[in-house]
């Protein structure tokens, strides 16, 4: 299993992993700059590892069309990573954070300027890239930016006065992060040959798998007890997740808990006091059944694809996102 895909045919199996191979020798080509620093700098976060999820996903989605193999999938596949990992640079500036992916953030190793302008340096060739593919692969990214941008920004500023905070924080996953995996299977099914409602159905597929897979994040910041995270980080950071912010919304909901999930937790005691209390709760609840829609709304666009066995992957996607919260 790849990133939660699980890859049992043979023949698929070998085409993305030779998909893979390719997509790495673009990566390392695309972050080489005459100013050695700079392809210091690109090449940071990339060397420090990752799941390459987003162009294994799209390499998997093009199974669904006649021309998995075309060398439109694979540069449409690097173009997604490096949105995404430019994307990271960006958010670890504005997270002050000083960890990713087990090293030293760039920021950390460097500076706030560094990383900024070594994100900026990703869009330009992920924008130099996308644009071999033609223009509406050019447009689709610039969209596709857009959304991830307004996400980005509509967390910062968070909900408004009229608004519904748990439909704000929804849209929030569908921008930040669904947003892109639409677009990896949009280009796989395009460059792939597929036909146009086969590409409607995969865009619906990582629509819903998208935000399901932020959604299982959630819920496994509380309840995760071997995925190598300390249960509660976001508790402890004041971020309300979809549990907290379903038992900020229910007047019903446990008064202590609700004191604690309503801002930052500076105690150990009172942290693990939460986890317990918000594990148990009718909030937990409400958000397993939200991840168990979106779930359900994934694999019944899958239902719409023909036979495959790339089929049966992006289905096997769709049980590993709910496996890893139960």
Same mark, same amino acid.
């Given at each position: 299993?790849?990133?939660?895909?699980?890859?049992?045919?043979?023949?698929?199996?070998?085409?993305?992993?030779?998909?893979?191979?390719?997509?790495?020798?673009?990566?390392?080509?695309?972050?080489?700059?005459?100013?050695?620093?700079?392809?210091?700098?690109?090449?940071?976060?990339?060397?420090?590892?990752?799941?390459?999820?987003?162009?294994?996903?799209?390499?998997?989605?093009?199974?669904?069309?006649?021309?998995?193999?075309?060398?439109?999938?694979?540069?449409?596949?690097?173009?997604?990573?490096?949105?995404?990992?430019?994307?990271?640079?960006?958010?670890?500036?504005?997270?002050?954070?000083?960890?990713?992916?087990?090293?030293?953030?760039?920021?950390?190793?460097?500076?706030?300027?560094?990383?900024?302008?070594?994100?900026?340096?990703?869009?330009?060739? !992920?924008?130099?890239?996308?644009?071999?593919?033609?223009?509406? !692969?050019?447009?689709?990214?610039?969209?596709?930016? !857009?959304?991830?941008?307004?996400?980005?920004?509509?967390?910062?500023?968070?909900?408004?006065?009229?608004?519904?905070?748990?439909?704000?924080?929804?849209?929030?996953?569908?921008?930040?992060?669904?947003?892109?995996?639409?677009?990896?299977?949009?280009? !796989?099914?395009?460059?792939?040959?597929?036909?146009?409602?086969?590409?409607?159905?995969?865009?619906?597929?990582?629509?819903?798998?998208?935000?399901?897979?932020?959604?299982?994040?959630?819920?496994?910041?509380?309840?995760?007890?071997?995925?190598?995270?300390?249960?509660?980080?976001?508790?402890?950071?004041?971020?309300?997740?979809?549990?907290?912010?379903?038992?900020?919304?229910?007047?019903?909901?446990?008064?202590?808990?609700?004191?604690?999930?309503?801002?930052?937790?500076?105690?150990?005691?009172?942290?693990?006091?939460?986890?317990?209390?918000?594990?148990?709760?009718?909030?937990?609840?409400?958000?397993?059944?939200?991840?168990?829609?979106?779930?359900?709304?994934?694999?019944?666009?899958?239902?719409?694809?023909?036979?495959?066995?790339?089929?049966?992957?992006?289905?096997?996607?769709?049980?590993?996102?709910?496996?890893?919260?139960?």
């Amino acid at each position: 299993m790849l990133a939660g895909i699980q890859l049992t045919d043979p023949d698929l199996s070998a085409r993305v992993a030779a998909g893979l191979g390719r997509v790495e020798d673009l990566l390392e080509r695309e972050l080489i700059s005459e100013f050695s620093f700079v392809t210091e700098a690109a090449s940071h976060l990339m060397h420090a590892g990752g799941k390459r999820f987003r162009p294994l996903f799209t390499l998997v989605a093009a199974g669904v069309g006649p021309r998995p193999d075309a060398e439109e999938v694979v540069v449409a596949s690097a173009v997604v990573e490096l949105i995404h990992l430019a994307t990271l640079y960006h958010d670890d500036v504005m997270d002050e954070a000083q960890i990713r992916r087990g090293a030293k953030s760039a920021n950390a190793r460097w500076d706030n300027s560094i990383a900024i302008l070594t994100g900026d340096f990703l869009f330009a060739h !992920a924008s130099r890239l996308v644009a071999s593919l033609g223009e509406d !692969a050019v447009r689709i990214i610039a969209e596709t930016f !857009a959304e991830l941008v307004t996400g980005q920004t509509r967390e910062t500023v968070g909900p408004g006065p009229d608004e519904d905070p748990i439909d704000h924080h929804l849209r929030v996953l569908d921008e930040k992060t669904a947003s892109l995996i639409d677009t990896c299977a949009r280009y !796989a099914g395009i460059f792939s040959g597929a036909p146009e409602e086969h590409v409607l159905a995969l865009r619906r597929y990582g629509r819903a798998v998208g935000v399901a897979f932020q959604i299982s994040d959630d819920i496994l910041d509380i309840c995760s007890t071997d995925s190598g995270k300390t249960p509660g980080t976001d508790l402890r950071e004041g971020v309300r997740t979809l549990p907290a912010l379903y038992t900020l919304g229910d007047p019903a909901a446990d008064p202590r808990l609700r004191e604690l999930v309503a801002g930052p937790i500076r105690s150990e005691t009172d942290l693990a006091e939460a986890v317990t209390l918000l594990t148990a709760s009718p909030g937990m609840a409400t958000a397993r059944q939200t991840l168990s829609g979106y779930a359900d709304a994934a694999a019944a666009e899958l239902a719409l694809l023909p036979d495959s066995s790339a089929k049966d992957a992006l289905a096997s996607l769709v049980r590993y996102v709910m496996d890893r919260t139960r």
